[in-house]
């Protein structure tokens, strides 16, 4: 099994920054591919950004490429999402997710979830 837990949401200013981490445990956190969600209410979990294993590869939901970058510490068996220049609608809940990926690219289905931290960004 792999606990994932996330960290880092909060209340913030439209065009301020925050910075989500997310911890993976309980197996060799390198084997797996890592991603960001976020569920805004009354809306469906929409994909926010993707990582491979290694670190190398990323994939981003078009609403926030430029703005959020994801990036991982294999030491630290951490994920982190670096959100700039946010805007209201971003707030949501945000949830990391791991899965065991064979291959070394960007996933888009996840087999652990967190259980989520709250963004709100005010306008």
């Known amino acids: 099994q792999v606990q994932v837990v996330e960290s880092g949401g909060g209340l913030v200013q439209a065009g301020g920054s925050l910075r989500l981490s997310c911890v993976a445990s309980g197996r060799t956190s390198s084997n797996y591919a890592m991603g960001w969600f976020r569920q805004a209410p009354g809306k469906e979990r929409e994909f926010v950004a993707a990582?491979?294993?290694?670190?190398?590869?990323?994939d981003y939901a078009d609403s926030v490429k430029g703005r959020f970058t994801i990036a991982r510490d294999n030491a630290k068996n951490t994920v982190a999402l670096q959100m700039n220049s946010l805007k209201p609608e971003d707030t949501a809940v945000y949830y990391c997710a791991a899965k065991l990926a064979v291959w070394d690219t960007p996933l888009y289905e996840y087999d652990y979830w967190g259980r989520g931290t709250q963004v709100t960004v005010s306008s």
């Open positions: 990582l491979s294993r290694s670190g190398s590869k990323r």
